[in-house]
């Protein structure tokens, strides 16, 4: 079956550091994946996606490239900031009949100091 | 105005006791799902419904039921609550133009059972 599998928390950060969550799949077909995002007590909100191999989703200066051959969509952000810090959720949509179905990450709290 | 709605927001109830959770929706969408968040384990589908007419089990759907009484209104029901369905719940849609589906997501509502 499907799944996502993404680095375990808590990332803690400094502002203006480098940030890298690792996230990696395991699907059949050709899926597309997301980076979802949620900041203290809302909902979730998409943050970027990709839906073919090769292609690089990015949003509010994050960034994240859907490779294929590592099976991977690893999230970027090249300074971050105390207004960043919310769980990240990686995701895929198989696509096809059942592109209603996402597949969620187990989500990782990212915090980040003054 | 939010585009997906929730209510309650916070709920309290004891063991046994049958409750409702609402969702609305102004997007126009065909497409609505609900999950469950817990904690270590991200999000999980409990239910789904493509329209009025088509309603779906998700992945975990046992001790629960919905109904969608127009496009814009689906309701979670816990027919008799249990303690370990204390949880986060969202509510979300999509709609089905275009190949690959983004999902919208109400701000939650947070379930405690005694």
């Known amino acids: 079956g499907n799944s996502v599998t993404q680095m375990e928390g808590p990332v803690t950060l400094s502002e203006e550091a480098f940030l890298t969550i690792n996230c990696t799949y395991t699907?059949?077909?050709?899926?597309?994946l997301f980076w979802y995002v949620q900041y203290p007590g809302e909902g979730l909100q998409l943050l970027l996606k990709?839906?073919?191999?090769?292609d690089k989703g990015s949003n509010k200066g994050f960034e994240a490239t859907y490779r294929k051959e590592t099976t991977s969509f690893h999230l970027e952000k090249g300074s971050v900031q105390v207004s960043d810090s919310a769980v990240y959720f990686c995701?895929?949509?198989?696509?096809?009949?059942?592109?209603?179905?996402?597949?969620f990450g187990k989500g990782t709290l990212l915090t980040v100091n003054p | 105005d939010a585009d997906v709605t929730q209510t309650p927001r916070n709920r309290i109830t004891k063991t046994g006791k049958r409750i409702m959770l609402e969702c609305s929706q102004t997007?126009?969408?065909?497409?609505m799902y609900w999950y469950r968040q817990d904690p270590g384990l991200g999000l999980r589908l409990i239910y789904y419904?493509?329209?009025?007419?088509?309603?779906n089990k998700g992945e975990i759907s046992d001790g629960y039921s919905v109904s969608r009484q127009a496009q814009a209104k689906f309701s979670l029901s816990l027919e008799s609550a249990i303690p370990n369905q204390t949880a986060l719940y969202f509510c979300?849609?999509?709609?089905?133009?275009?190949?690959?589906?983004?999902?919208?997501f109400g701000p939650g509502t947070r379930l405690l059972v005694l």
């Open positions: 419904s493509f329209d009025v007419k088509d309603i």
């Open positions: 990709a839906t073919k191999a090769d």
């Open positions: 699907a059949t077909g050709y899926p597309s």
């Open positions: 995701a895929l949509s198989r696509g096809g009949s059942s592109n209603y179905k996402l597949t």
């Open positions: 997007k126009g969408h065909d497409r």
């Open positions: 979300a849609t999509s709609d089905a133009s275009g190949t690959q589906e983004t999902q919208y």
